[in-house]
Structure formats: C-alpha cells, structure tokens
C-alpha cells in the first residue's frame, strides 16, 4: 500500500497531490498538522473520488463545519474505503456529531475506526 503524507500549507492549496492513476496500489492517506489552516475543499474532493484510497488517516487535525460536512458526505457515499481513524482532531461536538449521524452510519464499505484523542 502506498502512503501519502500531506500536512501543513499543503492542505490548503488545491493541487494534484496523489500519485498518478497509472499506478493501481492502493492507497493510504494520512493528513495532518493543518494548524489553523482551512482544508482545501478541491482536496478532499480529490481524494475521496480516487477509487484507489482504502485508508484514511486524519492526525492532529482542525476540521472545520464546511471541512465536516464534505467529509460526512463523502463517507456516506464511499464504497472502497476500508478503514478509518481520527486520532487528536479538533472539531465541535456538532461537526463530529454530523459526520458520524451523516457520514459513517450510512457507510457499508468501512471495516475499520480508530478514534484517539479527540
């Protein structure tokens, strides 16, 4: 499985950040370290449309309402991501609320949740 690590400006600014498609390992996605930093919604749109991704690795992170509502639909509508964490994400009780009600409930295709300090 291949690992991606993207943190800091990174997350903010739209990019192509994956590997090309031309390779078909799997992929496991870790972000983390955004600080105060908004999450580029084009990146959470390319990740989640990459058929490739089966893990996704969120790490000491701030979400914020927009951050979880893109996420929690996503999630909803995810049909080859295995496995999950959170581990030290900042949010509000209403966003974590929203993405598991929203997101995870409706999800079929995750086998794995690792939720740490949040």
């Given at each position: 499985?291949?690992?991606?690590?993207?943190?800091?400006?990174?997350?903010?600014?739209?990019?192509?950040?994956?590997?090309?498609?031309?390779?078909?390992?799997?992929?496991?996605v870790i972000?983390?370290?955004?600080?105060?930093?908004?999450?580029?919604?084009?990146?959470w749109?390319?990740?989640?449309?990459?058929?490739?991704l089966?893990?996704?690795?969120?790490?000491?992170?701030q979400?914020?309402?927009?951050?979880?509502?893109?996420?929690?639909?996503?999630?909803?509508?995810?049909?080859?991501?295995v496995?999950?964490?959170f581990?030290?994400?900042?949010?509000?009780?209403?966003?974590?609320?929203?993405?598991?009600?929203?997101?995870?409930?409706?999800?079929?295709?995750?086998?794995?949740?690792?939720?740490?300090?949040?």
């Amino acid at each position: 499985m291949l690992e991606v690590r993207l943190s800091g400006e990174t997350l903010s600014v739209p990019s192509d950040v994956l590997p090309t498609s031309d390779s078909n390992q799997e992929i496991h996605v870790i972000l983390s370290s955004n600080d105060i930093l908004k999450i580029a919604p084009s990146l959470w749109t390319t990740i989640f449309t990459d058929t490739r991704l089966r893990c996704l690795s969120l790490v000491d992170l701030q979400l914020y309402g927009n951050d979880s509502q893109t996420l929690a639909k996503y999630l909803r509508e995810q049909t080859y991501l295995v496995e999950l964490t959170f581990d030290s994400v900042l949010q509000s009780v209403y966003s974590f609320d929203h993405i598991l009600n929203e997101g995870l409930q409706h999800n079929k295709s995750l086998k794995s949740l690792t939720l740490t300090n949040l």
